[in-house]
């Protein structure tokens, strides 16, 4: 076999031997590129499921503690009713009595008037028998 022959297969081989090397590394970092992007992709999607997941979450427990907060408000609001309701039963019951007690102060005074009256005349007669007596024993 003559030389250049020789000489031209080896560069034949090495030549296909460069482009299979060529091919193998594109094909390989194409491959690590695509699996790269496909996890890539996975990561952003499961972080996004973590994400919605978390605001979710947050927003059940805002609305949790916003309920418990109303309802510890609404109950504070019926205790303050409650107790103005009983302290305005405490102040209509002492008006009623002072009522009661201003209207039998008041028939205590109506009824005194007619004695007054009866003892003022009394007291004049007592007072004319008495300058009578007076007059006579002088």
Known sequence: MPLYLSILVAAVCCVVTA?????VRKTTIEKKVGNAEEKAREIIDDALKVAERSKREALLEAKEES???KNELEKETKERRAELQRYERRVLSKEEALDKKSEALE???ASY???EEKLAKKAAEVDQLHSKRVQEME
């Open 113 to 115: 008037a007619p004695k």
């Open 67 to 69: 309920l418990k907060t």
């Open 19 to 23: 482009l299979v090397t060529v091919y």
């Open 107 to 109: 028939r205590r005074e």
